[in-house]
């Protein structure tokens, strides 16, 4: 079992910055592929980005490229995203989550993710 607690929502104005921090607990963190997804109020949840086990392969949405940066900390089971210039359409709460298959390759289908935090609300004004 692994339990997922994120942190560090908020309310920014555009081209502001945020970072998004998970906490994981569960012995087998480091060997599990971590994402981040959100959902905006009327839409379905859709992928932000997600990073490997071992770090050192990431994937993002087009819309997010060059703006967010996943990493991860596997030494203190944690992830963050960072979010730079952020624009209204990010709005949305966005949830940390985890591909229960140990060792897997990056997926970004919500159905692959067996593990999710309760969410964290970030809005972004004009």
């Known amino acids: 079992q692994v339990q997922l607690v994120e942190s560090g929502g908020g309310l920014v104005q555009a081209g502001g910055s945020l970072r998004l921090s998970c906490a994981a607990s569960?012995?087998?963190?480091?060997?599990?592929?971590m994402g981040w997804f959100r959902q905006a109020p009327g839409k379905e949840r859709e992928f932000v980005a997600a990073?490997?086990?071992?770090?050192?392969?990431?994937k993002y949405v087009d819309s997010v490229k060059g703006r967010f940066t996943i990493s991860r900390d596997n030494a203190k089971n944690t992830m963050s995203l960072q979010m730079n210039s952020l624009k209204p359409e990010d709005t949305a709460v966005y949830y940390c989550?985890?591909?229960?298959?140990?060792?897997?390759?990056?997926?970004?289908?919500?159905?692959?993710?067996?593990?999710w935090g309760q969410g964290t609300q970030v809005t972004v004004s004009l």
């Open positions: 569960g012995r087998t963190f480091s060997r599990l592929v």
């Open positions: 990073i490997s086990w071992s770090g050192g392969s990431t």
């Open positions: 989550a985890a591909d229960g298959a140990l060792g897997s390759k990056i997926r970004v289908g919500v159905p692959s993710y067996d593990y």
